[in-house]
C-alpha cells in the first residue's frame, strides 16, 4: 500500500527556516515525481515545488523561488523541502504528493491529481 507521511512543519518566526521531509512506503520513489502543495485557509490549495522522477528535474513556484529547495533521498525513499526565510504568506499545510512518471521541469510543476497524498503537516510563520 502506497503511503506518504509527511513531517517537519512548526511555528516559526519570519524569517526563520524548516525542514520538510515526505517519506514513501509501500513503493519506492525513483520513478515518481514527488509534488509540494499548501493550503492556507480560505485559500485553494496551490503547488509549491517538484522534483521529477528522472535526472531530478524541479519545479519552484514563483512565491518561493530563491527561498526553498527540493531535493530526494532515493535510498532512505524520502524528499525534503529545505525552506528558508518563511514569511507569514508561507502558513498552510503542506502536502506532498507522489504520481508516476511525472516529469516536473522550471515550467512544469507538481500534478494536482497525483494518485498517493500525505495527511499533510502544518507550518505557521509568525512572530
Known amino acids: 500500500q502506497l503511503q506518504l507521511v509527511e513531517s517537519g512543519g512548526g511555528l516559526v518566526q519570519p524569517g526563520g527556516s524548516l525542514r520538510l521531509s515526505c517519506a514513501a512506503s509501500g513503493f519506492t520513489l525513483d520513478t515518481y515525481a514527488i509534488g509540494w502543495f499548501r493550503q492556507a485557509p480560505g485559500k485553494e490549495r496551490e503547488g509549491v515545488s517538484c522534483i521529477s522522477s528522472n535526472r531530478g528535474g524541479t519545479y519552484y513556484a514563483d512565491s518561493v523561488k530563491g527561498r526553498f529547495t527540493i531535493s530526494r533521498d532515493n535510498a532512505k525513499n524520502t524528499v525534503y523541502l529545505q525552506m528558508n526565510s518563511l514569511r507569514p504568506e508561507d502558513t498552510g499545510l503542506y502536502y506532498c504528493?507522489?504520481?508516476?512518471?511525472?516529469?516536473?521541469?522550471?515550467?512544469?510543476?507538481?500534478?494536482?491529481?497525483?494518485?498517493?497524498w500525505g495527511q499533510g503537516t502544518q507550518v505557521t510563520v509568525s512572530s
Open positions: 504528493a507522489a504520481e508516476a512518471y511525472y516529469f516536473c521541469s522550471e515550467y512544469i510543476g507538481p500534478y494536482l491529481g497525483s494518485s498517493s
